[in-house]
Every structure is written in C-alpha cells, then in structure tokens.
C-alpha cells in the first residue's frame, strides 16, 4: 500500500486549497478512505471519510466547508477546502483502515494565515 499526498500549502484565511491523495497497492475503487489533520501538538483528527459507493461524512468543524471526492479511475482521493481558517492549519493525512490496520501517507502541510 502506498498512499501520496499532495497540494498542500500556504493561503490567507478565506482561501482554497485542493487536496490529492494517489493510492497504489490496494483495489482503490473498492476502498473507503479518509482525510485526517494533525496540528502542531494535538492529536491527529479525523475530517472527512468517502466509501467505496461515494458516500461522504465530515467532521462538524469542516462540514459546509470541505469537499471529499473520489477518482477512481485515476486512484486518487480529493479534499477540496474552501472558506479556510487558522485553526485549519496542520498536516493533513490520507488514510485506509482495512480491518483493524490503518495505513497512512507522508501527510501534507496546509498553513493558513489570518
């Protein structure tokens, strides 16, 4: 399994920042997968996660805000992040539970500024 995050970065408050996850290793198309964050000295927090079938589910902080999407001809998982805030600021993680195993990427850094 190998899971690669990009598009983070640096954006005023306000902002918009999209999100990519590729996905190798695994059926993509057959997995649910999710987006967590992780601020500096907090834990790691679930935000949104996508089944197989498209289903979608948010975190109430990002819910209205954040959109999670799915390509899987490309194997790729999106987060598209509009309306951004400073407490957004963090790594954001690309993750696949299969069973009880979670499998995570490198993460990418979203500073948002006010």
């Known amino acids: 399994v190998q899971l690669v995050e990009s598009g983070g970065g640096l954006v005023q408050s306000g902002g918009s920042l999209r999100l990519s996850c590729a996905a190798s290793g695994f059926t993509f198309s057959s997995s649910g997968m999710n987006w967590y964050r992780q601020a500096p000295g907090k834990q790691r927090d679930w935000v949104a996660s996508?089944?197989?079938?498209?289903?979608?589910a948010y975190a109430d902080s990002v819910k209205g805000r954040f959109t999670i999407s799915r390509d899987n001809a490309k194997n790729t998982m999106y987060l598209q992040m509009n309306g951004l805030k400073p407490e957004d600021t963090g790594v954001y993680f690309c993750n696949l539970r299969i069973i009880f195993r979670d499998y995570w990427g490198q993460g990418t850094q979203v500073t948002v500024s006010s």
């Open positions: 996508i089944t197989a079938g498209g289903g979608t």
